[in-house]
């Protein structure tokens, strides 16, 4: 299917219907090749935005739909991160980067400041390190576009050495998690079972010359000094101050959410906003 083939099957979606898609599970647009795919994702269209997509065995798939609870877990982990003076100094946040036609929620890179050799074929922009998949749409498992089958995916690309998944629930009143260290290219992750995200504190560590990709005898940096182990604190982003803000916005979100729907319905039949609206309002 060329590339206005995907726009088009994207725009006619009736969103009421996709909405419907249970929670754990993917919607599938239409088929399309790799080559149409990649043109499609480096096209401006505002269809690439209707939620997160992925090109599974041939057909373009939604896995993630639009949700303030994903968004708002992934906005303060980034920040929260981007906060700590070891990430902040030595690594760099590579949002929505695409890498062999996949896509991450967040990854950090290593900066030529860490003494770090490039793995051999890539470039200083090419390299992460560390890749992170929240899903709220999407769960545990490893059936296709599920966070355990995207981990995997990434397992495969060179130069990727963790992989931290974060699954969130309704108005982000809980969360879990699994780290995944990459063996070595190509080799599959062994299975593990998620682990809550709860008070006081949920760490994981990270040992941070595989975090920096630096060889095991590499003398860590010194100018901020670098710990050999690194620790994050996820409860610190699942805090009850965003757990509050998320709950306020709960109702708002879902009827902004459906004006948006409203919105994109009537520019597609050319009709007014509040015309559509009052007729969706009153089914």
């Not at 997160?52 to 968004?71: C, T, Y």
């Not at 998949?133 to 999407?138: D, H, K, Q, V, W």
């Not at 969360?175 to 599959?188: E, F, G, I, M, S």
């Amino acid at each position: 299917m060329a590339i206005d083939g995907i726009i088009s099957a994207i725009a006619s979606l009736d969103w009421d219907r996709v909405e419907q898609t249970p929670r754990g599970e993917v919607y599938e647009v239409c088929n399309a090749d790799e080559e149409d795919w990649k043109l499609f994702l480096d096209s401006e269209a505002p269809e690439t935005e209707c939620g997160k997509m992925e090109l599974i065995e041939g057909k373009i798939v939604i896995v993630e739909f639009p949700s303030v609870e994903r968004g708002a877990f992934m906005g303060a982990f980034s920040r929260f991160l981007t906060h700590d003076a070891v990430i902040d100094t030595y690594m760099r946040p590579r949002p929505a980067v695409r890498t062999q036609n996949y896509e991450a929620d967040l990854s950090f890179a290593p900066t030529p400041q860490t003494g770090a050799a490039l793995p051999r074929g890539l470039r200083w922009t090419q390299w992460h390190t560390l890749r992170i998949e929240i899903g709220y749409s999407r769960g545990w498992g490893h059936r296709r576009g599920q966070l355990d089958w995207k981990a995997n995916r990434w397992a495969t690309i060179p130069g990727v050495n963790y992989v931290i998944c974060v699954a969130v629930e309704d108005g982000l009143a809980s969360a879990t998690y699994k780290l995944y260290r990459v063996p070595r290219q190509n080799d599959r992750l062994h299975d593990q079972d998620p682990i809550s995200i709860e008070a006081p504190r949920t760490t994981v560590i990270l040992d941070s010359q595989v975090l920096l990709g630096m060889s095991p005898r590499a003398r860590l940096p010194t100018q901020p000094p670098v710990p050999a182990r690194l620790a994050i604190d996820l409860y610190a982003t699942l805090d009850g101050k965003l757990q509050s803000a998320i709950s306020r916005r709960w109702t708002t979100s879902k009827k902004e959410h459906a004006f948006l729907r409203v919105a994109a319905e009537a520019l597609r039949l050319d009709k007014p906003v509040s015309t559509l609206g009052l007729a969706i309002a009153h089914k």
